[in-house]
DNA sequence: CCGAATTATTTTAAGATTAAAATATGATGC
DNA sequence: GCATCATATTTTAATCTTAAAATAATTCGG
């Protein structure tokens, strides 16, 4: 692959002989690693996939409920008068027309509502019912324990760490990506 | 919720006056952060969940291609003599069934080719075409570059300790599911 | 050698997901 | 008022995904 960024790997030969700034400079300009921001994500999906796959198995043995349903009933769980399904598909971060049919598979279930907003009539409002809340705060209390079990082997100072750098992480990301 | 490990908030009420040692167990037994684990979780997901987004639209935009054949295709790229299906199940952390259809495609698209194993006729090895060499190669290039830019907020030694991090996870994570 | 257990893959059915197009409602400028 | 643009949701087609059942091939104990 040819070098895009202009710089490359320095050698002796580039180096005239008997300057202390150009000892530095091969420092300074030593090749970066090209693959660390590559392994960082590779390690991150690793572990996301790890927790997403155990926390699946479990809803689906313990509690017949899949991580979508869990996961959208989450979002509802925080607010008691409901959310828009574009608010909804926002905190999800999955594609609008995604809930319909989500909403409506939960609907059958009985476990949340769906009403038109009465100002804007465009907008359904989605909430969780009586007997989907019931559910959930026993789901939420399974899915704490799952984690807190799962993550048994780090430090609580660890689990802090990692999430403020996980923070900066998310900041970046926001920042950087296209639009 | 009821208390489950046995663990309460110790209250002045539960302590003896006049005694160091009882001090020390309030700070001790200080009731612990219950959604720590939970709050790296959502982190952790939040994040995967940015990037994935964004190196799917990415692939799409740009190079017409879709994310879980970019998976499967890097997968095969660091094998040159190919893969069974079931070891490639495996790396990517799919479900077996999931890769028949995948791998169609892509030999469809002409990236991969699939042969039986000439000493196990059960096994399926999946290779990299040429041509699929070199599209993928181009698409790592590409992709690389993404994730560079997306944290370029962070500087190497963050990202370097997230991936130490994270590794400390990986470990816990594997150690502590079930089987 | 043969039957039983194991292993590798495919098939099936249901669900989840996306992007894009279609539909429906609201808001705004004139 | 009305045309136009924007917003909210649904529909559609294709792909992806999983779990479980079915199929096919191998291994192994006797």
Not at 86 to 104: E, F, H, I, P, Q
Not at 115 to 138: E, H, P
Request: hydrophobic share 40%; charged share 30%; with cysteine.
């Amino acid at each position: 692959m040819p070098e895009k960024t202009g710089q490359r790997p320095h050698s002796a030969a580039d180096t005239p002989l008997g300057s202390f700034d150009d000892v530095e400079a091969i420092v300074r300009l030593e090749p970066r690693d090209q693959k660390r921001e590559l392994r960082l994500w590779l390690r991150l999906l690793t572990c996301a996939n790890l927790i997403e796959s155990e926390i699946r198995q479990r809803l689906r043995i313990d509690y017949d409920m899949t991580l979508p349903r869990f996961d959208l009933m989450a979002q509802l769980y925080r607010e008691p008068d409901g959310l828009r399904l574009s608010d909804l598909s926002k905190r999800m971060m999955v594609s609008n027309g995604n809930l319909t049919a989500l909403v409506d598979r939960l609907i059958a279930d009985g476990y949340v509502s769906r009403t038109t907003d009465t100002n804007d009539r465009r907008a359904a409002v989605v909430q969780l019912t009586k007997a989907g809340t019931l559910i959930f705060s026993q789901l939420a209390e399974a899915h704490e324990g799952w984690l807190r079990a799962l993550m048994g082997d780090l430090s609580p100072v660890q689990i802090q760490s990692l999430t403020q750098d996980l923070a900066q992480l998310k900041r970046s990301l926001i920042h950087r990506r296209q639009d």
